[in-house]
């Protein structure tokens, strides 16, 4: 129970709960381009990842990070990161989907596909603090 502790972090809930909105934020994107807008779900799945990944980094960076400023390099890190945490929930919401799931479901499950790889990549890559310098060395 204390490893859990140590790992539930102020960080980590904040970092949640922006994957948790942006989640939302992403089935209202495809609402508006697939059931209102009548885009084919592929292209709508890639553009609303891909808006929600440059707005989901600024928050991320700002809020969870307390970064002042965002830096192309921390945004060129979260979205390579992301690339592959994206693809996983891309697919899997596009293989959902084809199978029957609803295209407003399926996204929504596909995310367990992709959080473990995208917090590991965010906590331990994007914005890991640096190791702390050895004064004896």
Known sequence: MQRLKKFITPQ???WFVVGVGFSAF????????????????MISTLVSG??????RFLVVDRWVFANRRPTWKRLW???????LGFAVWWSAANLLE?????????????IFFSIGFSLATNFLWVWR???ASNPAS
């Not at 890190?77 to 690339?83: D, E, Q, R, S």
């Open 50 to 55: 891909e808006v929600g990944t440059v707005l």
């Open 129 to 131: 603090k640096p190791a």
């Open 98 to 110: 084809t199978s029957g799931i609803h295209y407003l479901v399926a996204p929504i499950l596909a």
């Open 12 to 14: 980590v809930i904040k």
């Open 77 to 83: 890190h979260y979205h390579l990161a992301n690339a």
């Open 26 to 41: 992403g089935v209202l994107v495809l609402k508006l381009m697939v059931g209102i807008m009548g885009w084919p779900y």
